[in-house]
């Protein structure tokens, strides 16, 4: 069942079902173990809901499985943040990652534009987000960009880069209040 379970987590994963993928991890949590798609959403929900303990331990677990070390320092990168508002100490672990080379960038990259831009570092958070502009896929950088005006002071401008965003998400909603 666990094999069935985290097939069909990657799944609604590939193809951006993520109201889906959430209902899974919740409905089907006994079978969550070591699969690390099913791992990462999980961990996702429990920094959202600000259960950070148990967040933390899932984050060992993600660790330890194989090819996994850069999603989970990634996690421990928003755990800083949500937790500790340590914003320089994760851009300082999710820059080693970058230089390390151990892959996913394009993820490493849009967290470390957050933390940076968060902390003030405007320079790294731009070099982040116009990167990220360049490459294909679905890179959104309004909410970057609306860090990015917040941390200079431009509270309009960071308005009307969440309104460009669409539908606006719970950290957008977060960075309005």
Known sequence: MKQVVGDLGRCYQQLGMWKQLH?????????????PV?????ISMLLAQGEYDEAARLIRTLHSLARQEVYAEGRRAMLMM????DYRGAQALLTDLLQRGLGAQAFVRRLRAIAAASAGDIRTARADADLLKTR?????????????????????????????????????????A
């Open 23 to 35: 209902d899974l991890v919740r409905d089907q949590e006994q079978h969550i173990g070591r699969n």
């Open 38 to 42: 099913l791992l990462d959403v999980k």
């Open 82 to 85: 949500r937790r500790d508002q």
């Open 136 to 176: 294909r896929g679905d890179y959104s950088t309004r909410d970057i960009e609306a860090r990015i005006k917040l941390a200079q002071g431009e509270y309009t401008g960071a308005e009307r880069e969440l309104a460009q965003s669409g539908t606006p998400s719970a950290q957008d909603e977060l960075l309005r």
